[in-house]
């Protein structure tokens, strides 16, 4: 896999330190784009592990002035984007070094926008290029994932939870990209086995979804290619590093693949699974509402992405049965069986029925991303067709979804 890591190391949005012992050039990053930061982290697993204090270290020896903002819990609410960007103005701050999740980066690139517009409301942004509109570029960032899930250290997306209405909303624009993204393994290697399970779907929904999208191929020729290259990492490292959380080459190369994906997804939207998950932010994480969803979506996307399932399939090692749909599905089941993971819906503990119809209510009034899908549904559609296919997900059938 060196050509994918030359790959990132050559990706032009984001500058990209890859690897074991990348985390030493914290201080340097910072310091090209202020003598300042504002270090934003979670809820205090990076105390716990000694990278806080490892950080802390090095922007002393940068002679970089911060202060630490911490608590952004997952999926972030608005009023933790509010308070980090209160700290942001109220301290001078210049630049943000978030280090952490997927949710501490989000947080992180939705508060940025907030002090450096200094006008307008969150709300005001949530959307496609609303950013752009105010700003070339929203406050330089400085992303350290500690986990290998999200990709949020080099994608155009924030996702943002609005406590009020329970539902996640997305920005998608190229003014909030992280300025450089420091990716080192050895920041993982504490994660749980729960926090490794989730994140490494996650990782593996944004390349399954990239790569199914054939809406957005022409933007950028090489993405179908990373996108292969990533499942083929996850698939064989997902289950090493879940049974052994110190298999240091797994976690590299799950720290890898979650690089691709988060490349993969910077060109290409996701479909269906990522639709439905930001409509149970309160009962289950994002990467296993995805994940949990995605066989399902490919039985659905089958009559129009055969060709792409079957490729699917063969990294997987399933054997062809001449049945492209049943194929990926039941081989990506037959992978979540080995993690231990649900199969449907009905097995997560907090999952009702009726969360069922706020799926489909919620994403009936996406228009854009009803389009975008493989095999777009037609919002006249919408009602009949996401019942069918979250039911399906919730009972553990395929059978109604395959008559689609």
């Known amino acids: 896999m060196q050509d994918m890591e030359k790959v990132i190391q050559e990706w032009g949005p984001t500058r990209i330190h890859f690897g074991e012992g990348a985390i030493n050039r914290v201080g340097e990053a910072v310091r090209r784009y202020a003598d300042n930061a504002l270090l934003v982290i979670g809820q205090g697993s990076v105390k716990a592990t000694g990278v806080l204090d490892r950080i802390t270290g090095l922007l002393d020896e940068a002679s970089v002035r911060y ?13 933790t984007v509010y308070r980090i960007a209160y700290h942001l103005l109220a301290g001078n701050f210049t630049c943000l070094l978030a280090v952490g999740g997927g949710s501490v980066i989000d947080a992180s690139k939705a508060a940025g926008i907030l002090a450096k517009v200094k006008e307008g409301d969150l709300d005001d942004y949530f959307g496609v290029g609303m950013v752009s509109k105010k700003t070339e570029r929203a406050m330089d960032l400085v992303a350290v994932p500690t ?28 003014a909030i990209v992280a300025n450089e993204a420091i990716v080192d393994p050895e920041l993982t290697y504490s994660c749980s086995k729960g926090v490794t399970l989730v994140s490494g779907l996650d990782a593996m929904t944004h390349l399954v979804e990239g790569y199914l999208n054939t809406v957005d191929d022409a933007a950028d020729t090489q993405t179908n290619e990373r996108a292969l290259a990533g499942m083929s990492l996850v698939f064989e490292a997902l289950p090493r590093i879940v049974r052994d959380p110190q298999d240091k080459t797994g976690r590299r190369n799950m720290a890898l693949a979650s690089l691709l994906g988060g490349t993969v997804l910077f060109y290409k939207q996701a479909g269906g699974p990522h639709l439905n998950s930001f409509s149970w932010c309160n009962v289950m994480d994002h990467g296993e509402a995805c994940a949990v969803m995605l066989p399902y979506y490919g039985a659905y996307y089958a009559p129009v992405v055969a060709d792409r399932l079957k490729k699917v399939s063969q990294i997987m090692g399933v054997r062809d049965s001449g049945d492209v749909a049943m194929d990926f599905s039941q081989g990506l089941l037959d992978f979540y069986r080995k993690l231990g993971f649900p199969l449907t819906l009905k097995e997560f503990e907090n999952f009702s029925s009726d969360l069922i119809q706020k799926a489909v209510s919620d994403a009936a009034q996406n228009k854009m991303k009803l389009d975008a899908m493989p095999r777009p549904v037609p919002l006249e559609e919408s009602e009949s067709v996401l019942r069918t296919i979250i039911e399906g997900a919730y009972e553990g059938k395929l059978d109604e979804i395959l008559k689609l």
Do not use: Y
């Not at 630490?68 to 009023?79: A, D, Y």
């Not at 990709?151 to 909303?169: A, C, H, Q």
């Open 67 to 79: 202060k630490i903002c911490e608590g952004v819990e997952p999926n972030p609410s608005k009023e």
């Open 147 to 174: 986990t290998s899930g999200s990709g949020s250290e080099v994608t155009r997306f924030s996702v943002i939870t609005d406590p009020g209405l329970g539902v996640k909303k997305l920005m998608i624009d190229p």
